[in-house]
């Protein structure tokens, strides 16, 4: 924990890369991705053999969600 009165320089801000979503059980279930284009700024939507573009940024809100992949904004 580090305390505000330790800390200097402005705050850091993330952005938000990718997304890896899992739907099932512990035991066993699926995976998905969801990752911005570095180049393009766009959204694609991985699942299995296929990729999908994303338009609809309402496809990211999911309970599925597992992990989330940011990088530091310089």
Do not use: M
């Amino acid at each position: 924990f580090l305390s505000l009165k330790f800390s200097s320089g402005p705050v850091p801000t993330y952005n938000l890369f990718g997304i890896s979503n899992h739907s099932g059980t512990a035991y066993s279930g699926h995976y998905t991705a969801q990752c911005k284009h570095p180049f393009t700024n766009q959204w694609h939507e991985f699942n299995d053999s296929s990729v999908y573009s994303l338009s609809d940024k309402s496809r990211f809100i999911s309970s599925n969600a597992y992990v989330l992949f940011y990088e530091r904004n310089k």
